[in-house]
């Protein structure tokens, strides 16, 4: 359900900049899904409490560019 709610996001938004704000388990599975991590893995993925990750999706394909990045560090992209 994430994933459709993102990709909904991006095709109703494609030059936007997104903020997404969710709870860890739904970020990791995300991740994991735009990483190609089967989803029986996604525990594998550490996303800690107000971490910040970027994800780039376009037509090309998906690239993530932050992942459990804490609070006020630069962040790609």
């Given at each position: 359900?994430g994933v459709?709610?993102?990709?909904?996001?991006?095709?109703?938004?494609?030059?936007?900049?997104?903020?997404?704000?969710?709870?860890?388990?739904?970020?990791?599975?995300?991740?994991?899904?735009?990483?190609?991590?089967?989803?029986d893995l996604?525990?594998?993925?550490?996303?800690?409490?107000s971490s910040?990750?970027?994800?780039?999706?376009?037509?090309?394909?998906?690239?993530?560019?932050?992942?459990?990045?804490?609070?006020?560090?630069?962040?790609?992209?």
């Amino acid at each position: 359900r994430g994933v459709a709610v993102l990709e909904d996001l991006r095709i109703r938004h494609p030059k936007d900049r997104i903020c997404v704000v969710s709870h860890g388990d739904v970020i990791r599975l995300v991740m994991a899904h735009y990483m190609g991590i089967h989803l029986d893995l996604f525990q594998r993925i550490l996303v800690t409490p107000s971490s910040i990750s970027v994800l780039s999706v376009t037509d090309s394909g998906p690239l993530v560019l932050t992942l459990n990045a804490p609070p006020g560090s630069p962040l790609g992209g």
